[in-house]
């Protein structure tokens, strides 16, 4: 089956950094990915929809300078937490589409923000 | 706005019981309808998903799901449960992309944690 894969699983960085997560679809293309966020013991919130080439569209209320995604390549899509709170701490996970529009998700990276 | 109500937010059930987990979602057309389940360190797996056709849904693992339109739910079934079932299940519900065109995110419900008893 399709294998979306997400690097690093685990983050910790200072506040006022910005950190990188990188989503991979590692056995087909994605045109489109999308990004979520979960909070502990709560639902996936779409934050933004990523096409490759093209800009992404954010969920309203998701500040689009602060979650930077770019969908470079048919198998990678990024997104960086620029200058990164406590309250950006949270389980980010990314899903790629595949055949028949079905989406793939990522195993998730917490993001850990001191 | 689409929305997707899970009203149980744990559910415990012993082993070898029969499962239901409720999903009931609110939009305007008849949506793209999913079950997934999400396990400590693992991504979410699709268990099954309904987008038309027979509404009595046929999933992995031994799970079923049962579309009824007049009560806008998607309610996820399992006759006999196992210990390895205990995770956090989610319903989650898209636009139909075949009226709308293009593909959306999905809309998530808030999950359901499943404990198994032995």
């Known amino acids: 089956g399709a294998v979306v894969s997400q690097h690093p699983s685990r983050v910790i960085c200072k506040s006022g950094t910005s950190v990188k997560i990188e989503c991979r679809s590692l056995d087909f293309q994605a045109t489109t990915m999308f990004w979520y966020r979960q909070f502990p013991k709560q639902s996936l919130m779409l934050m933004a929809t990523s096409n490759e080439g093209s800009k992404a569209t954010y969920e309203q209320g998701v500040e689009k300078d602060k979650f930077l995604i770019n969908h470079a390549s048919l198998t990678l899509s990024t997104l960086t937490v620029t200058s990164a709170h406590p309250e950006d701490s949270s389980f980010y996970i990314c899903?790629?589409?595949?055949?028949?529009?079905?989406?793939?998700f990522g195993p998730g990276t917490r993001l850990t923000v001191l | 706005a689409q929305s997707v109500t899970q009203p149980d937010i744990h559910i415990t059930v012993s082993e070898g019981a029969s499962l239901e987990l409720r999903c009931n979602y609110s939009?305007?057309?008849?949506?793209?309808l999913f079950w997934y389940v999400q396990s400590p360190g693992q991504g979410l797996q699709l268990l099954l998903k309904y987008f038309s056709g027979d509404t009595l849904v046929q999933g992995i693992k031994g799970f079923e799901a049962e579309f009824k339109r007049s009560q806008s739910s998607f309610n996820l079934r399992k006759p006999s449960v196992h210990w390895s079932d205990a995770a956090e299940y989610f319903c989650?519900?898209?636009?139909?992309?075949?009226?709308?065109?293009?593909?959306?995110?999905?809309?998530f419900g808030k999950g359901t944690h499943l404990i198994i008893q032995p």
């Open positions: 939009y305007g057309a008849t949506p793209y």
């Open positions: 989650a519900v898209a636009p139909n992309l075949y009226s709308g065109g293009g593909a959306d995110g999905l809309t």
């Open positions: 899903s790629a589409l595949g055949d028949l529009n079905e989406q793939f």
